[in-house]
C-alpha cells in the first residue's frame, strides 16, 4: 500500500509523540497499521508526505543514489532577484558541503495558497514572495537552510511534488491510497 497524506503545519512525521512536545503526530489521522512515512517533513513544514507497508519504497526512494526529484515551494521575505535565484540553482555551501544543484525560480502568477493554521505572521513593510525550489536531495532543513543564506528567510514551506506526483488539491489533513497510474509516476522518481 502506497498512500499520499498531505501533512498540515504541527504534525511529526511519526506516529509517536515526542516528551514535551507540543506537535501533534501521525498518528492522529487515522492511517492504517503497519504503514510509516518515507522521508520526513519537519512539524512547521506542510505538503506531499508518502507512507506505506512496502519497505521496497524506502530503498528505492530515500538512497542518495536515487536522487528522486521533490519540488517545495517556499514563501520567502522579500522577493529575490534573479542572481539570488540562480545562486541558489547553482547550489550553497552549507556546513561545510555545497548542495547539489537545483531549479529555483519566482512563481508567476504567484499562487493562491489555503491560509494555514494558525497564519504566517505578516508585515506590512515586507512583502513576501513564494519561489519554487526542484531538489534531487533533502538535507536536515535544507530549502530553509537555503533561501537563509541568500538573505530570503523561508517563512512558510509546502512540498507540493515528489518526481511526478503532485499534491494537487488534496485537502490538508487528508490522506489517500495511491492506484497503479500514480504508483508508476512515483516508482519513475525513484528511477
Not at 104 to 120: G, K
Request: hydrophobic letters at 40%; a positive charge; one cysteine or more.
Amino acid at each position: 500500500m502506497l498512500l499520499a497524506f498531505h501533512k498540515p503545519y504541527g504534525v511529526l512525521s511519526q506516529f509517536t509523540p515526542e516528551p514535551g512536545s507540543r506537535w501533534g503526530t501521525l498518528a492522529d489521522f487515522g492511517f492504517p497499521p503497519r504503514v510509516y512515512p518515507i522521508g520526513r517533513l519537519d512539524a512547521d513544514s506542510e505538503g506531499l508526505l508518502l507512507l506505506s507497508d512496502e519497505p521496497e519504497w524506502n530503498a528505492q526512494l530515500l538512497h542518495p543514489s536515487r536522487a528522486h526529484e521533490r519540488e517545495y515551494w517556499a514563501l520567502v521575505e522579500r522577493e529575490p532577484t534573479a542572481e539570488a535565484l540562480s545562486t541558489l540553482s547553482r547550489g550553497i555551501v552549507l556546513g561545510g558541503q555545497r548542495t547539489l544543484p537545483c531549479k529555483a525560480r519566482l512563481l508567476e502568477p504567484q499562487p493562491v495558497v489555503e491560509t494555514r493554521n494558525p497564519p504566517v505572521r505578516l508585515r506590512k513593510t515586507v512583502v513576501d514572495r513564494w519561489i519554487s525550489l526542484e531538489l534531487v536531495e533533502g538535507k536536515y532543513h535544507q530549502v530553509r537552510k537555503m533561501t537563509a543564506a541568500i538573505g530570503h528567510p523561508t517563512v512558510r514551506l509546502l512540498r507540493i511534488r515528489i518526481g511526478a506526483l503532485e499534491l494537487g488539491d488534496q485537502p490538508r489533513g487528508v490522506w489517500r491510497e495511491l492506484g497503479d497510474a500514480e504508483r508508476k509516476l512515483v516508482a519513475r522518481a525513484a528511477g
